[in-house]
T-cell receptor
C-alpha cells in the first residue's frame, strides 16, 4: 500500500496563476482533508470531504476549491494564487478517528 | 483561548532522560485524543491514541484526565531519534472526523 500520496512535491507559482494539487489514497478511507501548515500557525483545515461527491469548508477555505469525484482522490485547486498562499499543504485521510497524512506539497507563490 | 494548548518548548534533554509533555483542551465534549509526531519538513504521523485508562507503547505512555481536560505524554529513556515536534490532537463530537490540532511541543534529545 502506498498510503496517501500527493503530487506535486514542490511548486513555484507566480501571483495570479492557477494550479491543482492531487491527493490519492489507497486505503478505501471515506474521509479526506486538506490542511496548510505555516510557521507558528500549526495545521489549519482548508476543506474536507466525508465521502465521494461531498465537500465542506474548513477554517481557512477562502481562495481554494476542492473536488472529490472519486473516493480515492481529493483535489485542491487554487484559482488565482496569492503570496499569502505560500505554505506547505498536507492531505490526510481517515476511516475512524486518526488521520494518515501524505508527504506534503511545498508551494511558493511569488 | 485556543482549543488545544501545548507548551511550545523547546525541551532540550540528554539521551536517556525522561521527559513529559502536557496538553489542555477546552471542549469538555471532546471524544478522541491522540499524540502525533512530526519530524522537520515531514508530515505528521500518529504516535498513539490516548485512552481514558491510560496506555503505554514501549517507552511512551499517554494519559487522559477528562475532569481536568488535559492529556499527557511521557517518554522514557529518550533516544536521539525521539527529537521531533509532538502534536496534541483532539476530536470533538460529530461525524466529520475533524481533528483539532495543538501547535506542538519541540523536543531535542542531545548526545
Amino acid at each position: 500500500n502506498a498510503g496517501v500520496t500527493q503530487t506535486p512535491k514542490f511548486r513555484v507559482l507566480k501571483t495570479g496563476q492557477s494550479m491543482t494539487l492531487l491527493c490519492a489514497q489507497d486505503m478505501n478511507h471515506e474521509y479526506m482533508y486538506w490542511y496548510r501548515q505555516d510557521p507558528g500557525m500549526g495545521l489549519r483545515l482548508i476543506h474536507y470531504s466525508v465521502g465521494e461527491g461531498t465537500t465542506a469548508k474548513g477554517e481557512v477555505p477562502d481562495g481554494y476549491n476542492v473536488s472529490r469525484l472519486k473516493k480515492q482522490n481529493f483535489l485542491l485547486g487554487l484559482e488565482s494564487a496569492a503570496p499569502s498562499q505560500t505554505s506547505v499543504y498536507f492531505c490526510a485521510s481517515s476511516r475512524t478517528g486518526s488521520q494518515y497524512f501524505g508527504p506534503g506539497t511545498r508551494l511558493t507563490v511569488l | 483561548r485556543k482549543e488545544v494548548e501545548q507548551d511550545p518548548g523547546p525541551f532540550n534533554v540528554p539521551e536517556g532522560a525522561t521527559v513529559a509533555f502536557n496538553c489542555t483542551y477546552s471542549n469538555s465534549a471532546s471524544q478522541s485524543f491522540f499524540w502525533y509526531r512530526q519530524d522537520c519538513r515531514k508530515e505528521p504521523k500518529l504516535l498513539m491514541s490516548v485512552y481514558s485508562s491510560g496506555n503505554e507503547d514501549g517507552r511512551f505512555t499517554a494519559q487522559l484526565n477528562r475532569a481536568s481536560q488535559y492529556i499527557s505524554l511521557l517518554i522514557r529513556d529518550s533516544k536521539l531519534s525521539d527529537s521531533a515536534t509532538y502534536l496534541c490532537v483532539v476530536s470533538n463530537a460529530g461525524n466529520n472526523r475533524k481533528l483539532i490540532w495543538g501547535l506542538g511541543t519541540s523536543l531535542a534529545v542531545n548526545p
